[in-house]
């Protein structure tokens, strides 16, 4: 999996702008939106995710340094993403601790990236809600009308429409 | 339709007239505890629907949270009053005020034509929006991990909203009540008409029974007539007056049996006295004998005992001798002198005479033992002269005895049968009695027979109408059968048909269920309350009961293995979740009162983001948080844009009493194109 083009493909999904940025060690996607900033790195292995990550963050920091000081509120509002696929779960388990650290920026790591659900999971904090329950017309009438087919015409008749109870009682008491 | 203001006046902590202008994005209300931001929130669901419903104790002290619903402070407030003001896209507004006085200006069904989809929304909708649109710190996990599975079920079910149509589950249950009502009256009727029958059926067999036995009736009547004269001409009444004068001479039969037995026994009496009379003369002269063979032994008796005094004087003179021997032959002759007779004695003639008076000691011998024999033997035959005397005498007493006996129960029998109108005389004759007893026993037989003859003339008649009427019964029964039967079949597919019903609306729910389970999955992975269980699932079980379940990892409940601040988590997950699928509700506003108590820095920023996210995806969010950096970040991280600003309220108390916004502020949109520009200007150098 390309990391960084299914970053891109679904940060643009959901309304942000990115663009690689090429002055990094690793690559960079850069990302923004009305109140997030951030830059997201993908790192050849696990091993080198953990070994280089605050290294790597401080020079993408540092070369963007500028535009931050003049962001005002939204410079407060910075991601860095350190994404990784294949890691085994211990090291995977390691690098999620990165996130706990809440120094200069809001970090995102992970290590065990294998498909682009993954990905997704892991870009939720960016994302705005993807699972939109549509809960439609359950076409009631006509399920009870094919579940009540046993049951006289009459009487599904009445009771599927103005009768009564008591009155569909009574056709089901008055049935042949 | 979203939050636009709120107004109050007297309402809780709130003296003085505030309002809230609620951001069209967002609004974060900052402020330490107890300056009102709870109020704020409550004030919004009081306004909607008169109650506060955050409490679980309603009553206290005979208090209730009604009496605390208004201004309790020092000071008068200028009006006790809520107003809740809420905007539609398009720009239309409404609002609700409810005064303390006055209650709402709005009913409930305009303000829930306003807030809900007319058709789908369900029962108490009003509370079932305030219940699902403001998250309170309370209700966190009371309202979401720690309810049981039939309530958690409940909750999303009315949360998720009516089924649309007309609500044939309770058509069905009252199809069903109706059919039952009909089975059980049809049921009566049966067991009733075969409650008939069976009685007509005895009787039938009674009156059948009684009708084989008719006979001769004249000649019936002629007995009748002469055991029971005098009773007219009536049929019924003579049969009447027979079975009168049955009873009473069957009484009188009873009685008479008893003095027939007295007379039997008396005669056996007589007999028996009669033979010992002649034994009497016998029985006098021994007694007579006996008491001379007492006298005779007695006076042996008085012998015996003269002779053994007279003895046992002999043996004591001997014994008196026998010492006076012994004291001489100690002394010897004392100046040529016996010593106890003291006449002049030479010892030869001392000693011969002493040697004499041992001989004749020594050829005594005492008759004492004999005489005492002969006093013992005269005692046992004076014993034995009285026992026969006794015996005489009783033998003699018993056969006076009943001899009185017999003359006093002859006497009694004799005035009994006298009594009776009988001869007294029968008392002397048993037999001639016993026959005067079978006779009248013969007329009762003959009354009887008279009687049950008549009955059974009257019965032949009554047969043939009880056979019409059985006729009509059994044709009454099957009909009655026949209606049981249908009401039976009828109960039978209404069950069916209620069951359907429910099992259609089940499946309804649980697939509407199945349509948020991803939401729920999405908004649990988002806020992350466990490091390793990244996703929960729920099950749902039960046909009539209906149980929602939750689970994480290998099937584990969250709400045993999750801290209270994992809980806390995951129990918001699942509140935001049935928040967000609510067909039925047009309010797009999520409050939320201090939702981070108990959760850590690292999960607070999560539900920031979480709040994000729901912004964007269109939610209004109302947030009342404690901690001011806390609130900061919300209002950094939530998107205030030109037209969907975000606002900041900060609350305090203030001198005088009461709560009050102390500063409103609106939050500026963030810097666009940050990064854009750095890039620009990078690739233009």
């Known amino acids: ?176 | 339709m979203r939050l636009d203001y709120l107004e109050l006046c007297g309402f809780r902590g709130f003296l003085e007239r505030q309002r809230v202008d609620f951001g069209t994005g967002f609004t974060v209300i900052c402020g330490r505890n107890g300056v009102g931001k709870s109020t704020l929130c409550d004030a919004v669901e009081f306004a909607l629907t008169g109650q506060i419903d955050k409490y679980l104790v309603d009553k206290a002290a005979k208090e209730s949270l009604d009496d605390y619903v208004w201004w309790r402070g020092e000071g008068h407030p200028e009006a006790h009053f809520v107003t809740v003001g809420f905007r539609a896209d398009d720009g239309s507004g409404f609002a609700v005020t409810r005064s303390r006085e006055t209650g709402a200006d709005r009913d409930a069904a305009r303000i829930e034509a306003m807030l809900c989809v007319p058709g789908a929304k369900p029962e108490r909708a009003l509370q079932q929006v305030c219940r699902t649109s403001i998250i309170r710190d309370e209700w966190i996990a009371a309202l979401s991990l720690d309810l049981t599975e039939t309530q958690r079920f409940e909750f999303v079910r009315a949360a998720l909203g009516a089924i649309e149509g007309p609500d044939y589950a309770a058509k069905a249950r009252e199809a069903l009540s109706s059919a039952e009502a009909v089975h059980n009256a049809a049921a009566q009727s049966y067991e009733e008409a075969r409650a008939r029958l069976t009685a007509a059926l005895t009787d039938l067999e009674q009156i059948r029974d009684v009708a084989l036995q008719a006979g001769d009736v004249a000649a019936v009547l002629t007995t009748l007539d002469e055991l029971t004269p005098g009773a007219g001409p009536d049929l019924g009444a003579r049969v009447a007056a027979a079975r009168k004068a049955l009873a009473r001479r069957r009484s009188n039969l009873g009685e008479m049996g008893w003095v027939a037995d007295e007379a039997r026994a008396v005669a056996a009496l007589r007999d028996t006295v009669a033979r010992h009379g002649d034994s009497a003369g016998r029985d006098a002269a021994a007694v007579a004998e006996a008491e001379i063979a007492v006298q005779e032994a007695r006076r042996q008796l008085q012998a015996a005992e003269a002779r053994l005094d007279r003895e046992q004087e002999s043996d004591g003179l001997a014994a008196s001798l026998a010492i006076l021997v012994d004291h001489g032959s100690r002394i010897g002759l004392h100046d040529d002198r016996c010593p106890l007779c003291r006449a002049p004695q030479g010892a030869p003639e001392f000693e011969k005479g002493l040697a004499s008076a041992r001989e004749r000691l020594a050829a005594r011998r005492s008759a004492v033992p004999e005489a005492r024999g002969e006093v013992a033997a005269a005692r046992t035959r004076v014993e034995d002269a009285g026992e026969i005397l006794k015996q005489a005498e009783t033998v003699v007493h018993r056969l006076a005895s009943a001899q009185a006996e017999l003359e006093a129960r002859e006497e009694a029998l004799s005035a009994e049968l006298v009594r009776r109108s009988l001869d007294g005389g029968l008392a002397y004759d048993p037999e001639a009695l016993e026959e005067v007893v079978q006779a009248e026993r013969s007329r009762l037989i003959d009354l009887e027979r008279s009687i049950l003859t008549l009955e059974a003339s009257q019965a032949v008649e009554r047969v043939t109408e009880l056979e019409a009427r059985l006729e009509a019964l059994r044709a009454e029964a099957d009909d009655a059968s026949d209606r049981l039967a249908r009401a039976h079949a009828a109960v039978r597919t209404t069950r069916t048909l209620d069951r359907t019903v429910r099992r259609t609306n089940a499946e309804i729910i649980d697939e509407r269920l199945a349509v948020i389970s991803p939401l729920l999955n999405e908004l649990y992975q988002r806020l992350r309350p466990h490091s390793e269980w990244r996703s929960i699932d729920y099950g749902i079980r039960g046909d009539v009961r209906r149980f929602l379940s939750l689970r994480v990892g290998n099937g584990l409940n969250p709400q045993f293995v999750f801290s209270s601040g994992q809980r806390r988590a995951a129990g918001l997950a699942f509140l935001l979740s049935v928040h967000l699928s609510r067909p039925w509700c047009n309010w797009r506003t999520l409050m939320l009162d201090d939702p981070v108590q108990h959760i850590d820095d690292f999960r607070a920023l999560h539900l920031v983001e979480v709040l994000s996210a729901l912004q964007r995806s269109g939610r209004q969010i109302v947030c009342a948080v404690e901690d001011p950096s806390l609130a900061e970040l919300l209002c950094r991280r939530l998107m205030s844009e030109p037209t969907a600003l975000g606002r900041r309220h900060d609350l305090d108390l203030v001198p005088g009493g009461g709560a009050s916004v102390t500063r409103s502020t609106d939050i500026a949109p963030a810097m666009v194109g940050v990064l854009r520009r750095a890039r620009d200007l990078s690739a233009a150098s």
């Open chain 1, 1 to 176: 999996m390309d990391i960084a083009t299914q970053s891109e493909v679904l940060l643009r999904s959901a309304g942000y702008e990115t663009w690689t940025w090429p002055g990094g060690s690793v690559p960079v996607v850069c990302f923004e939106n009305a109140t997030v900033v951030g830059f997201l790195h993908v790192f050849a292995s696990g091993e080198s995710l953990l070994a280089d990550w605050q290294q790597i963050q401080q020079t993408t920091l540092g070369r963007h340094a500028a535009s931050l000081r003049s962001a005002g509120t939204k410079a407060w509002n910075v991601y860095a993403l350190f994404l990784a696929c294949g890691s085994e779960p211990a090291l995977a388990r390691r690098i999620e601790r990165i996130e706990e650290d809440f120094s200069m920026t809001r970090k995102i790591a992970r290590g065990d990236l294998r498909t682009v659900a993954d990905l997704r999971r892991t870009l939720l904090p960016l994302l705005p809600v993807l699972s939109a329950p549509v809960i439609g017309g359950a076409d009631y009438r006509a399920r009870l009308r094919a579940r009540l087919s046993d049951l006289p015409d009459d009487a599904v008749a009445a009771f599927l429409g103005a009768a009564s109870a008591s009155e569909v009682a009574r056709i089901l008491v008055d049935a042949p």
